[in-house]
């Protein structure tokens, strides 16, 4: 059975930094997608961050190429968020997520199969 927990969250200003972590244990051996996904009040689950566990790829959205950076650490089997530069558009609920499919092109909540708890992200003055 997947297990993901998140941490990390957290308040701080505009233009400031934060680093979430998601520790996961369980996975099958043909699940090739680690994400981040973000929810705000009142919107929809969007897709923040995606990388392949085979070859390392990456995906961004739009919105957040250039500031944030995602990566893992296979040894300790831990995905981060590396978040620069954040904004008050960023203030959601982020969770972590684990699938079977990693794509260059789009990043879906429907494609996932595990899901962490999330961790609460706000940025404020």
């Known amino acids: 059975q997947v297990q993901l927990v998140e941490s990390g969250g957290g308040l701080v200003q505009p233009g400031g930094s934060l680093r979430l972590s998601c520790a996961g244990s369980g996975f099958p051996l043909d699940y090739y997608a680690r994400a981040w996904f973000r929810q705000a009040p009142g919107k929809e689950r969007e897709g923040v961050a995606c990388i392949s566990t085979t070859d390392g790829s990456t995906y961004y959205a739009d919105s957040v190429k250039g500031r944030f950076t995602i990566s893992r650490d296979n040894a300790k089997n831990t995905l981060y968020l590396q978040m620069n530069m954040l904004e008050p558009d960023d203030t959601a609920v982020y969770y972590c997520?684990?699938?079977?499919?990693?794509?260059?092109?789009?990043?879906?909540?429907?494609?996932?199969?595990?899901w962490g708890q999330g961790t609460q992200v706000t940025v404020s003055s």
């Open positions: 997520a684990a699938g079977r499919y990693y794509s260059d092109y789009v990043l879906l909540p429907g494609g996932f199969d595990s």
